[in-house]
Structures are given as C-alpha cells and as structure tokens.
C-alpha cells in the first residue's frame, strides 16, 4: 500500500528543484564540476563496495574480475575528483556522443513502431540527435556551460512535473 504525497511536500519538493535549477542555470560551471565531483565520490564508493564484496566471490576468477572493476571505479573516481575541470571536458563528450547514439535509437523506434506517441518518440529523437550532434561539434568549448544547463533545465523540468502533474491515486 503506498501513502499519496502531501500536496505541501510536492510543492516544497518543487519549490526545492526550481531554486537548484536556478543556481545550475546561473552557475553552469560552478554546477558541472560540482557534479563531476559528485560522481567521482560515487565512482569511489562504488569501487570500494567491489573491493569490499571480494570475500563473497566464488572462484578466484570472480575475485580478479570483481578487484579490477572496484580498483578501476576506485581510479576513475579519484581521478574524476582530483582534476573536476578536465573531467567535465571529458563528460561532456561523452554525454554529446551518448545523446547522439540515444536520438538516433530513438528515431529507429519511431521507424519500426506504430501507434499513438509515435509521433512524439519521432520528435525526441530528432531533438535528441540535434542536441548531441551541437555538443559534439562545440566541444570542447562548450564544457563550460554545457553539463550544467542541462542538468539545470532537468531540474526545472521536473519541478515542473511536481507541480502539473496529478498526484498518484490511492491504492484501496
């Protein structure tokens, strides 16, 4: 049985969202080296529950191949830490090349499947292409703003959602 949310709760929740979409939005910079931070500490923590699990392994292949994942997510994620500016570069490649990958899965989706919202799939498609493809042919000068508006506009989005959508219904 799930409990609805509070009308209050959603409103402050989106409250929240939009004051942190905002900063992102004014502070695009500041907020994309925060996040590679973040995922750097994610990336850590991530490799050292591997490095911690070794003990659960079976068989010594399973433990080398689960030392060198953790040990690999324990590198990554210092170096993600330790030099945040060159990181969020390198991600932001990254998410251009994703993004243009994603849109083009999108628009063979479109291709093959019928039905109502193929029309929308169609367009989220070509938007998500055109959005990688800008990323991709501005890199690396767009590093600087780039993770950051994005990641802002997500927020607002979903502040946005909070406050539209209906709230889910009670389960009886």
């Given at each position: 049985?799930?409990?609805?949310?509070s009308?209050?709760l959603?409103w402050?929740?989106?409250?929240?969202?939009?004051?942190a979409?905002v900063?992102?939005?004014?502070?695009p910079?500041?907020?994309?080296?925060l996040?590679?931070?973040?995922l750097g500490g994610?990336?850590?923590a991530a490799g050292?529950?591997?490095l911690l699990?070794l003990?659960?392994?079976?068989?010594?292949?399973?433990k080398?191949?689960?030392?060198?994942?953790?040990?690999l997510y324990?590198?990554g994620?210092?170096?993600?830490v330790a030099?945040?500016?060159?990181?969020?570069?390198s991600l932001?490649?990254?998410i251009?090349?994703l993004?243009?990958?994603?849109g083009v899965?999108?628009?063979a989706?479109?291709a093959a499947?019928?039905?109502?919202?193929?029309?929308l799939?169609?367009?989220d498609g070509?938007v998500?292409v055109?959005?990688?493809g800008?990323?991709i042919?501005?890199?690396?000068?767009?590093?600087?703003?780039?993770?950051?508006?994005?990641?802002?506009?997500?927020l607002?989005?979903?502040?946005?959602?909070l406050?539209?959508?209906?709230p889910?219904a009670?389960?009886?």
């Amino acid at each position: 049985m799930s409990v609805p949310a509070s009308p209050t709760l959603r409103w402050v929740t989106a409250g929240l969202l939009l004051m942190a979409a905002v900063l992102c939005l004014a502070l695009p910079f500041v907020s994309a080296t925060l996040l590679t931070i973040a995922l750097g500490g994610v990336s850590v923590a991530a490799g050292a529950s591997q490095l911690l699990r070794l003990t659960s392994a079976d068989d010594t292949r399973s433990k080398v191949f689960r030392a060198i994942s953790g040990v690999l997510y324990v590198v990554g994620g210092i170096g993600l830490v330790a030099f945040p500016v060159a990181s969020t570069v390198s991600l932001t490649l990254f998410i251009g090349v994703l993004l243009a990958v994603e849109g083009v899965m999108e628009l063979a989706g479109a291709a093959a499947g019928a039905g109502p919202a193929r029309g929308l799939v169609l367009l989220d498609g070509i938007v998500t292409v055109v959005l990688g493809g800008m990323l991709i042919a501005e890199w690396p000068s767009d590093s600087i703003w780039a993770i950051g508006t994005l990641f802002g506009f997500g927020l607002a989005f979903s502040a946005f959602n909070l406050i539209t959508a209906a709230p889910p219904a009670a389960e009886g």
